[in-house]
C-alpha cells in the first residue's frame, strides 16, 4: 500500500462518524474525524437510543457508560408506532428498547470514546473537495488555518442528510421528500390544563382532550400528559423549508396545533422542541471506489426514532471491513459486502417507515379502521415480534441460510436464549474482533478457531437452552455461522474454517500460542 498522511478520514462528528472513528481506532487505524463545526452541537435530536444498537453497546461492555449518562429510567417497551403505540409489555422479552440519552450527550459520550483511543477530532475542520485513484483518495480541506490537503486510504461520508461526501463522489441518493413537518414537544403544565389519570388532557374553556393521536383533514396531533410534563406532536403538509439549526418556537409549535386541531391549546415553557421535514431516501450504493457513506448521508427515514440506530450500525458493518483491508487481512470482495448489507438493512427500515406515515395519515373512517385493525392484529404475539425486530434493525432481511436458520441474522438475548443483558454475554464483543462463540465445550472448534489467534476471539459459555453448539459471531454482532446441536465434526471443522476465511481472510502464518485469544464466561 502507498504511504498516505492517516489510514481512514471519517468526515462529521454526529452519532454516525463518532462511532465508526471509535470502531476504528479500537482495531489499530489511524483515523482522522473532520467535522465542519467549531463546537459540538447542542441542538436536541433524537432523544434515545434504540435498538440493536443497544444490544450491541453490552458485548462491547459498553452499555453502563452510555446508560450512566441517560436522562431517565429506561422507558416502558411502548413505541409510537403510525399515529399509535406498540405495547411490546406483553412480550417480556421485548425485541425493542430505549434509552433515553439525549443526541448531544450521546454525541458527548461517543466522542470521549473516539479520544480516548487515539482518533484526531478536528472541529472547524469541513472537508470541500476529493479525488481518488486505484491508491489513495484525497481530501481537500478548509480548516481554521487555511486550505490543506491530507491523503488516506478510505475515507467515509458521515456528513448527514445533505452529504456533499455524496455530492463529490457523484452517488444518487433516490427517493421521496414531501412538504410535510413533524413537530414533536415536550412543555411543562400550564395552569388551565389539568391531566387526568389516563393521560389525557382537561383544557379549561375547551374541554377533554383524548391521550393519543387525532387524525385531521388537516393534520395530525397528539398529546399526553406524564410526571409534570405535557407531550405534544404534530404532523401537517407544509411547503415552508425549516433549517435544522434554527429551533422551533412554542408560538410555532401553537400555531400548527391550532391548525391541525382548531384549538388554542395552551403551552408551558418549553423542556425540549424538535421538528423534522419528511424525507424517504437512499443512496444508490455506499461505496465509490475508496469512498463510503454511513448515517444519513447513506439514507433518510420518514418515520422517527430509528435513524441513530441504523448510522451508528452502519459503522459497526463498515469499521472492521475497513480495518482488515487496511491491516491486509480482508477476503476480496468483503469491503463490498457493506453497501451490500446496509442497503438491504435500510430497505427493511424504509418499508416500516413509510408504511408508518400511510397508517398515521388516513383520516375520516376509512383511516380509523385500518388503525384499529392494525391494533387488533398486533395484539397477536407474531406479528408484535416481527414490528419489533423491523424497528430494532434486527430483521435485516437477511436471506434464510441452508446451512443453520441463525446464519445471516443477529446475535439478540433472543437468538442466544438469554435473559436481556445477560451478564455472560456483557463485553463479548469487547475487543471489537469476532468471536466463536463455543456453547458445547468443543475443544476441536475451539483449536480451529485458536488458528486465527490475533484476529479472532474464543469465548466459552453455558446456556440452559443453546440454540447452536457454536456461534461464529462477527463484530457488528451478526452471526457469520453457526454449528448445528450435536453436529458432527467432520461436517463442523472443515465448515468453520471456511467461514473464519469467508470473512476474517486466510488463516494468519505460524502456530498460535497455547491458549492465546481464548478466554471463558462461565
Ligand atoms: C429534530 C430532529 C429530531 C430527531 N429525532 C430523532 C430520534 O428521536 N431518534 C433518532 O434515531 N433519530 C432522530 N433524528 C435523526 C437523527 O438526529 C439523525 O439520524 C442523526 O443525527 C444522523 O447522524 P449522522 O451522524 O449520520 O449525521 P449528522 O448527525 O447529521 O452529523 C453529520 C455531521 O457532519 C458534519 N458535516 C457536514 N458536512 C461536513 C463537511 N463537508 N465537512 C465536515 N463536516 C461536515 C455536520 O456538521 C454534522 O455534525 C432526529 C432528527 C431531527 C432533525
Sequence with gaps: MMDV???VVVVGAGPTGLMLAGELAQAGIRTLLMERRPEPS???????????????????GELDRFRETSSGPEPAPRFPFGGLHLDFTQLGDSPMRAMLLPQPQLEGRLAERAIERGVDVRRGHEVVGLHQDDDAVTVEVRGPEGPYEVVAHFLAGCDGGRSRVRDLAGIPFAGTSLPEIERLASVTVPDPVTVLADGSLDVRGVGTIPFG????????????????????YTAEVEATEYDDDVPMTVAELSASVSRVIGIDLPLGEPLRMTRFGYSAKQADTYR???VFLAGDAAHLFPAGGVAVNAGMLDAANLAWKLAGSVQGWAPPGLLDTYSDERRAAAERTLLHTRAQVALRRGYGPGGEALRALFLELTADEQPLRRLGALM?????????????PLVGTFATDRALHVDHEDPRSAGMLRKGRPVLLDLADDAGLREVAGEWAGRVEVVSATIDERPA???LIRQDALIAWAAAINEPGETTLPALREALTTWFGARPGGKPPTGSGSESLR
Design 5 to 7: 498522511d492517516v489510514d
Design 42 to 60: 447542542a441542538m436536541a435530536k433524537a432523544g434515545g437510543l434504540a435498538g440493536q444498537i443497544l444490544q450491541l453497546l453490552h458485548y462491547r
Design 213 to 232: 393521536y387525532t387524525a385531521t383533514e388537516r393534520g395530525v396531533f397528539a398529546c399526553s400528559g406524564m410526571g409534570g410534563t405535557l407531550g405534544v
Design 288 to 290: 465509490e471506489g475508496r
Design 392 to 404: 430494532a434493525g434486527t430483521d435485516v432481511g437477511a436471506p434464510v441460510s441452508e446451512a443453520h
Design 469 to 471: 453448539d457454536a456461534l
